[in-house]
């Protein structure tokens, strides 16, 4: 059973920095697409980014590329999302999902296994 812990939300101001993480267990994680995804109040779940097996093939969306940078650590299980330069229309839940095929998808019913998420705030 995959499962996926996330870390690293929080409060931050408008125009700062959060790092959010998210270990997976229960899987050979080389062999998984991971992405991150967010869900802001009133609002549905929407791509933000993914990575492919090797960690060389990424993909964002439009608005936060430039800003956001997803890593993946194949040794310890770990995909990264380092989020600069936040918005307040940035305000959403946070969740790290995985899929068990190497291509880079968009949509939220193309990944297989999710976290519980991780809330990140911006404020003014």
């Known amino acids: 059973q995959v499962q996926l812990v996330e870390s690293g939300g929080g409060l931050v101001q408008a125009g700062g920095s959060l790092r959010l993480s998210c270990a997976a267990s229960?899987?050979?994680?080389?062999?998984?697409?991971l992405g991150w995804l967010r869900q802001a109040p009133g609002k549905e779940r929407e791509f933000v980014a993914a990575?492919?097996?090797?960690?060389?093939?990424?993909d964002y969306t439009d608005s936060v590329k430039g800003r956001f940078t997803i890593s993946r650590d194949n040794a310890n299980n770990t995909v990264y999302l380092q989020m600069n330069s936040l918005t307040l229309e940035e305000t959403a839940d946070y969740y790290c999902?995985?899929?068990?095929?190497?291509?880079?998808?968009?949509?939220?019913?193309?990944?297989?296994?999710w976290g519980q998420g991780t809330q990140v705030t911006v404020s003014s």
């Open positions: 999902a995985a899929r068990a095929n190497d291509d880079l998808r968009k949509g939220v019913k193309d990944y297989d296994h």
């Open positions: 229960g899987c050979t994680f080389i062999d998984y697409t």
């Open positions: 990575i492919g097996w090797g960690g060389n093939r990424k």
